[in-house]
């Protein structure tokens, strides 16, 4: 019978987003011998395709920014918006080290953040909800600085970047829609295209890091300067178990299969079940086969952490307000004949698009959430429809702000038509047929969002009427940035489907990220983070940047208490 190799390290992380890598850099600070373990060729999870905000109220950034807030108010805001879901503990838990967790990255690795301190939170009639500085974002990033590791991190989404170079959320997204209109935005966008250029000659990928990509570079730069041990192609394949306590991993690896033991735990930071088609088939609603489900999450999101958990008594928690961490997405044809999914993050609080039904009916208010958005069509339509939604704009429209993946003037919008990813019309009938809509639903439902958008208003639905639409619209319009009517033929659509930026329902964890068992009680060893903890939301989505705000918070304490009990032994 073969031996298998053994290893040992304090800290053993199964995965490399956020979530696990925030761990690791905490307990390597702090002194321990830290192993993390990714199972794909990259590292950086699903936070290397994110936007990197992070939701941590009460930030220092928020705090030097003269933005001083009461933690009364951000329970009261967080109370209404998770209703029965409030779990006191670990609420209080994440509120109270999220701001210690900013100001030990910032002050003590290569992490650096820049604030969030004029975005507001999503729903912003609740009670409590803020109009800014709840929130962080990784700082752009020279990936030279990460050495020939830079090889190892995961590039942006290919479908939200252009030419695999990420565009920052805020300016510099805004100059990218603006650069046939003002001279600035022109200068911004070849000095940022030409730059891309040369560093796709020089390295083979872009080096100016943004949005989740820096956040991934900096966690990974931190851990490398701190000694970590970190390995790619390097799948868990079970845990270890004595005497009830987990006390490390069977890892695969290109020589054969190893026994790591870690001494101060194991921790599960797998990115959730996005790709799982089997636990989707049992959470996801309106999904009978699990596969009609889009996640713009990286394929290898299998569920393995929520397996390898459940593998040693753990629980998974699936009675949330949601899954999933709900999002649109759009299909997008490739050239192998495989479809990428875009997320529909950005365009669809612009001014002068609708989304409809196949009945040719608004369900919702289009500039509200990503969440919001699937949420609200789930509910829409009768038990057993097919979740289809569409985006409708005219050409106006498309050619300022773009359609999806499909980009703005001065791109072509030809190819796009020619692939069967928009469908367009001469008439909004005509684009009614196209999509198989019903004309005289869409006809009507056009010509009455128009009645009212010429004066910007939107009764139905009431876009524009809160900070987090009026901070997605266009300022240039008035009266309403949120609002335009739709009227400039041809016209176009984009079919929209079900997708998620990742998963909600997870392993039940305590206030210390510990797992735990049927019975309630911590499994010895275990603990998980990001995805593969339930949410701490409850599974609704208040505020942007709820998944990676919590995710790094819990990280840095599962590393920091980790150290503090190697110590006391």
């Not at 903890?533 to 208490?561: C, E, H, K, Q, W």
Request: proline share 7%; with cysteine; aromatic share 8%.
């Amino acid at each position: 019978m073969r031996v298998q190799p053994q290893e040992s390290c304090d800290l053993l992380v199964i995965g490399s987003g956020a979530g696990g890598l925030s761990a690791a850099v905490s307990a390597a600070w702090h002194g321990l011998k830290v192993i993390v373990v990714e199972k794909e060729p990259v590292f950086g999870g699903t936070t290397a395709w994110s936007g990197g905000w992070m939701w941590v109220p009460l930030n220092p950034l928020a705090r030097e920014g003269g933005i001083d807030e009461d933690a009364a108010t951000i329970r009261t805001y967080l109370r209404h918006e998770l209703g029965n879901r409030y779990d006191d503990a670990r609420v209080e838990a994440f509120l109270a080290a999220g701001p210690e967790m900013v100001a030990f990255f910032r002050d003590k690795t290569a992490v650096r953040f820049i604030d969030g301190n004029r975005i507001p939170d999503m729903h912003g009639n609740s009670p409590g909800a803020g109009l800014g500085g709840r929130s962080v974002c990784a700082a752009p990033f020279d990936g030279r600085e990460l050495g020939p590791l830079v090889e190892k991190l995961r590039p942006p989404l290919d479908e939200i970047s252009f030419l695999g170079m990420g565009i920052a959320s805020g300016a510099d997204f805004g100059h990218f829609l603006k650069a046939t209109r003002d001279w600035r935005s022109f200068l911004h966008v070849g000095r940022r295209v030409g730059r891309h250029l040369v560093d796709l000659v020089a390295h083979r990928r872009g080096m100016h890091l943004v949005n989740g990509n820096a956040l991934a570079a900096r966690l990974l730069k931190s851990a490398d300067d701190l000694k970590v041990d970190l390995r790619v192609s390097s799948p868990a394949r079970r845990l270890l178990a004595e005497g009830g306590a987990v006390i490390g991993a069977i890892v695969g690896s290109g020589a054969g299969e190893v026994a790591i033991r870690a001494r101060a735990g194991v921790v599960l930071a797998c990115g959730g079940f996005p790709h799982d088609y089997e636990r989707l088939r049992e959470l996801v609603p309106n999904n009978p086969t699990g596969r009609a489900h889009w996640s713009a999450a990286p394929r290898s999101n299998t569920g393995d952490g929520l397996r390898l958990g459940e593998g040693v008594g753990a629980t998974v928690d699936g009675n949330l307000a949601a899954p999933c961490a709900w999002s649109p997405v759009s299909l997008v044809p490739r050239k192998d004949g495989s479809f990428g999914h875009f997320p529909h993050l950005a365009e669809r609080a612009k001014p002068g698009l609708i989304a409809v039904t196949a009945r040719g009916r608004r369900f919702v208010n289009e500039a509200d959430s990503y969440y919001d958005y699937v949420d609200a069509l789930l509910k829409a339509l009768p038990p057993g429809a097919e979740p289809v939604s569409w985006l409708i704009c005219d050409h106006r429209f498309q050619r300022r702000y773009g359609l999806g993946f499909a980009k703005p003037a001065p791109l072509p919008v030809g190819p796009y038509v020619a692939s069967g990813y928009l469908k367009r019309g001469r008439t909004i009938e005509e684009l009614a047929a196209a999509c198989g809509i019903d004309p005289v639903g869409l006809a009507e439902t056009v010509a009455g969002y128009n009645d009212d958008a010429c004066d910007g208003r939107d009764p139905e639905f009431h876009r524009g009427e809160t900070p987090y639409n009026r901070m997605g619209g266009d300022v240039e319009v008035k009266p309403n940035p949120s609002v335009a009517p739709i009227e400039q033929g041809p016209f176009y659509a984009v079919r929209i489907v079900p997708g998620s930026l990742g998963t909600f329902a997870g392993l039940k964890t305590d206030a210390q990220a510990r797992v735990l068992g049927e019975a309630g009680r911590p499994i010895a060893g275990l603990f998980a983070v990001g995805a593969d903890m339930a949410s701490v939301m409850g599974g609704t989505y208040p505020a942007g940047g709820i998944n990676l705000g919590p995710a790094m918070t819990f990280g840095y304490l599962v590393g920091r208490d980790a150290a503090g009990r190697r110590k006391a032994e």
